[in-house]
Nanobody, 114 residues
Framework: QVQLVESGGGLVQPGGSLRLSCAAS????????MGWYRQAPGKEREFVAF???????NYADSVKGRFTISKDNAKNTVYLQMNSLKPEDTGVYYC????????WGQGTQVTVSS
């Protein structure tokens, strides 16, 4: 089973940027989608963005125009570029891949605060 490792989280001021990476442990030949969810303290995990093998992309309304998801097939990696960050973007960001079921990474913390 493929494993996913997220990186790139950290502390950033409002209005700042971060780029998250999600690296798969092996080459992925087929999948339905890869993407990101996030979970703020005391809240349920919520959808952020996904990208399919056909490069169809979808975003949560709360991040449209600020976040960009992309992938590098040669590196088996999906990225989430986050710009114009807001305090409400704070949370643990989880990468997933949907194949036969869904596999999750361990999460990376993003904190937006002055």
């Amino acid at each position: 089973q493929v494993q996913l490792v997220e990186s790139g989280g950290g502390l950033v001021q409002p209005g700042g940027s971060l780029r998250l990476s999600c690296a798969a442990s092996r080459r992925i030949f087929s999948y339905n989608s890869m993407g990101w969810y996030r979970q703020a303290p005391g809240k349920e995990r919520e959808f952020v963005a996904f990208i399919t093998t056909g490069t169809n992309i979808n975003y949560a309304d709360s991040v449209k125009g600020r976040f960009t998801i992309s992938k590098d097939n040669a590196k088996n990696t999906v990225y989430l570029q986050m710009n114009s960050l807001k305090p409400e973007d704070t949370g643990v960001y989880y990468c997933y891949i949907s194949q036969n079921g869904r596999t999750w990474g361990q999460g990376t913390q993003v904190t937006v605060s002055s």
